[in-house]
């Protein structure tokens, strides 16, 4: 399963990075451990809603369902992210990101992981 990562470098800004979590094979298929969420929130946005600059308000994975969001960090990178995809948002400190939409309105999961949780187990796969 990859996941596209967000999170504060040493200099403050945002940056990207693509995971793999690491999956078990099974008879029914491959599954990751099970992730310790801390609750679930489902959203809607409005149609066009650009955020200038914020970090995450926690940490937490935002699982796409419907619609698609362009994410640009500090240095000008950007990621478009649109059904499917699952970010794991990570930058909740320093100056954050910016996320405009580009498909909407998005439909979105939200799932918070604490604050410990490990992820030296997942292979960075770019980033």
Known sequence: MRVTRIYTG?????????????????????????LPVTGMAYRQNHPGQDLDFHPAPRRQFVVNLF?????????????????????LADDTTGRGHISRDVEGPRRNLFLPLPDDYDLSGWTVVEG
């Open 10 to 34: 040493d200099d403050g800004e945002s940056h990207f990075q693509t995971l793999e979590a690491p999956m078990t094979e099974r008879p029914y298929g491959f599954l990751t451990e099970w």
């Open 67 to 87: 619609g698609a969001v362009e994410l640009e960090t500090g240095h000008g990178d950007i990621r478009r992210l649109g059904p499917g995809d699952i970010l």
